[in-house]
């Protein structure tokens, strides 16, 4: 396994030398390309995939384009286009979900936006055949069945998730079921049951059924679209049919080096994929744990039954419980309950939903009610939820000793200087561990939240300082980048949420971090008038009765021994009905240094601030960088040696604006 990771590692950093000398000059692209995924308006939102073809040669970067005119094209299609090219973006934060990168592991360059595309041919791929038949699978989910119970079966049966509702999707994944839906271990069982039942009522050669059954399982990986988690099953499945067929005893971990290293071949990024993470876990868990956990057994075989399934879901939960930390940042405490009521009604779905593929569509209609139900009950179960507990992340250090732990216990016969080894080292790992938890230093993070302002603060008593929170009407900042950024810098608690105002960019995201993590106090100001963000941050503060600081001006807010913040905006009494104008303007200060905060005040608020005290080291750019703000005059009295500027890519707002760049440039303002 050693090896194969040495080999994969390899092969990321030959493709990253080639992703980064991968580029395209001009903003705007006229070229050949070939489609390479099935445009479905509903699924990908008319949203399809193209590689470029230069010279009459295929190259291998590809575009994610958006096409507004919603031509109407399939896959394997050949296209002269024009359009915007752009950077891909991603959120920096270390530990939350990468777009960027997740695009990688299809080749993905770019975005393009189309202004003009036409078809001028078609290729030549025998993989279109299998595309053909994945689509026809879908309609006929979509033409047999209630909307909710297709999307089901498209999930369970082909992979394929893009169409589940969002709310049935997050239920599943807040209950820890989510691994139930990736074709894995027992979706592959219930091919070859199936597959098995045909062939021995056609052959009774041995020899040539097994061969059948490794073709047929390598035909569903085509029709799938080459599913990590799904070639990771198939692929062992077949080393242990191969080695039976050779008359050899096979080994787990040489199939599981082979298969992993055939995946990781085919696409290396997947060794960072946490559909392949999940899948080698839960196989590897249920090798060892398995047998170990599986002692007692009971003369009712029902017992027996669900007991197993139990034992089964500690095995895998107990091998994977870092990946899932540091993918999911939380684990709910009905995974056990939940798993062992709905596996049955899992595996049942999804004999029957491969069945259905076969049965024609007259008979389908009278029989169509039984699955219908196993689906509701399904999506039933999948809504108990007992509570989710949210957990510092593990870091890599933290994980090693984890895993270096099982290795020690798991390891009976080893010999006695790998046991000494697998201490020392689990010695050392802890040693360091400890030391950085005892390290007392200052730590100031800059949040990217996109278009708006998040800031987190650390002190050395370990008091933790969230200072806005980002947020968006069109996306869960708060749940989606705050909350995971937070949990992987092992912050579950915020001593001081201070809200510089309450439009959605500084405000929307504290809700979920309200919600979900334990918030000591908030620090607000008085406000001229009631937004949807304030009444719903208020009423959650009160229902958990979190202490409300109200601040003004001459507030002197001491947030631990070293740190204060000082209070020099807005007055107890507002002459301004503009929310950005009564931002909180505050002052974080450490010892001799000095951070200014102005949440997105503009020139009519800088103007009153003019006799202040506003020296800083640091100064937050009012207003992202808007032409409305940022005054020669307040950047003077400021005199900041670093300036810095939240604002999102190519955001819609022109932030921040080329005057007050140059007015920076001028005064020689280092900005970031």
């Known amino acids: 396994m050693i090896t194969v990771m040495t080999i994969s590692l390899s092969l990321i950093l030959i493709k990253e030398y080639k992703f980064k000398n991968t580029y ?32 009459g040669r295929i190259n291998k970067t590809r575009l994610l384009v958006s096409d507004s005119s919603k031509t109407k094209l399939e896959y394997g299609d050949i296209v002269e286009f024009s359009g915007e090219f752009r950077n891909i973006r ?27 595309i036409s078809k001028i041919g078609e290729s030549k791929s025998i993989y279109k055949f299998f ?37 049935i999707m997050e239920n599943i994944q807040n209950n820890g079921l989510s691994h139930l839906l990736a074709i894995s271990g027992m979706h592959i069982s219930c091919i070859i049951l199936l597959l098995q039942k045909i062939l021995d009522s056609i052959t009774y050669n041995y020899r040539k059924k097994k061969i ?77 744990f398995y047998p170990i956990l599986n002692k007692f057994k009971s003369k009712n075989k029902i017992i027996n039954y669900f007991l197993s399934i139990f034992i089964l879901s500690i095995s895998v939960n107990l091998f994977i419980l870092p990946i899932m930390l540091i993918l999911f940042k939380r684990i709910s405490i009905s995974v056990f309950l939940t798993g062992i009521l709905i596996t049955p009604l899992i595996f049942l779905t999804e004999v029957n939903g491969i069945l259905s593929i076969f049965i024609p569509n007259i008979i389908l209609q009278y029989i169509k009610i039984f699955l219908e139900i196993l689906v509701s009950l399904f999506l039933i179960l999948s809504k108990i939820n007992l509570g989710e507990l949210y957990f510092k992340v593990p870091n890599i250090i933290e994980t090693t000793i984890y895993y270096l ?27 360091i561990t400890i030391s950085n938890g005892i390290k007392k230093e200052l730590k100031i993070y800059f949040v990217d939240v996109g278009q708006g302002d998040c800031t987190l603060i650390q002190t050395e008593e370990k008091i933790n300082i969230l200072i806005d929170s980002g947020g ?32 959605s960019d500084h405000a ?43 601040c003004k001006k001459g507030d002197i807010i001491n947030t631990s021994k070293t740190t204060k913040f000082e209070i020099i905006f807005p007055k107890q009494k507002l002459d ?12 974080f200060i450490y010892k001799n240094k000095k951070i200014l905060f102005t949440g997105d005040i503009e020139k009519e608020t800088e103007s009153k601030l003019i006799n202040e005290d506003l020296k800083s080291d640091i100064l937050k750019i009012p207003h992202h960088g808007s032409k409305t703000s940022s005054t020669e005059k307040f950047l003077n009295k400021v005199k900041p040696q670093i300036c810095l500027i939240g604002v999102g890519e190519y955001n819609n707002f022109g932030h921040p604006n080329n005057t007050v760049l140059k007015r920076l440039n001028k005064l020689r303002y280092r900005y970031i």
């Open 131 to 167: 595309i053909t038949i994945n689509q026809k699978i879908k309609e006929k989910f979509d033409k047999n069945f209630s909307e909710n119970t297709s999307n089901i079966l498209k999930g369970l049966v082909i992979g394929d998730k893009a169409e589940i509702d969002d709310k």
């Open 472 to 503: 968006s009407e069109e996306y869960d900042i708060g749940k989606n980048i705050v909350l995971p950024y937070l949990l992987n810098k092992k912050i579950n608690s915020i001593d001081y949420l201070m809200i510089s105002h309450f439009d």
């Open 24 to 55: 395209i000059k001009d903003s705007t692209i006229n070229a050949t390309g070939i489609v390479k995924s099935q445009i479905n308006e509903k699924e990908y939102n008319n949203e399809f995939i193209l590689e470029i073809i230069e010279k």
């Open 576 to 587: 301004s009905k503009d929310i950005n104008n009564n931002s909180i303007v505050a002052k």
């Open 405 to 431: 732990i099982i290795i020690f216990f798991i390891n009976k016969r080893g010999r006695k200087f790998i046991k000494m080894g697998l201490l020392a080292c689990i010695t050392i790992l802890l040693v």
């Open 212 to 288: 059948i059954l490794i073709i047929s399982l390598i035909f569903f990986i085509l029709v799938t679209g080459f599913i990590a988690s799904a070639i990771r099953a198939i692929v062992m499945v077949s080393l242990a049919i191969i080695s039976r067929l050779l008359f050899r005893k096979n080994n787990f971990w040489v199939d599981i080096s082979i298969t992993s290293l055939i995946i990781l071949v085919y696409n290396p990024y997947y060794l960072v994929d946490s559909g392949f993470l999940l899948s080698f876990g839960a196989t590897i868990g249920i090798i060892y």
């Open 508 to 550: 929307k995201g504290s809700i979920e971090i309200l919600k979900k993590l334990k918030v000591k106090n908030i620090i607000i100001s008085m406000q001229m008038q009631e937004t949807n963000n304030l009444n719903e941050i208020l009423n959650i503060a009160n229902h958990k009765k979190i202490n409300i600081i109200i």
């Open 90 to 116: 991603s959120y920096k934060n270390h530990g939350v979900f990468n777009y960027k990168e997740s695009l990688k592991k299809k080749n993905i360059y770019g975005n393009l936006k189309i202004d003009k």
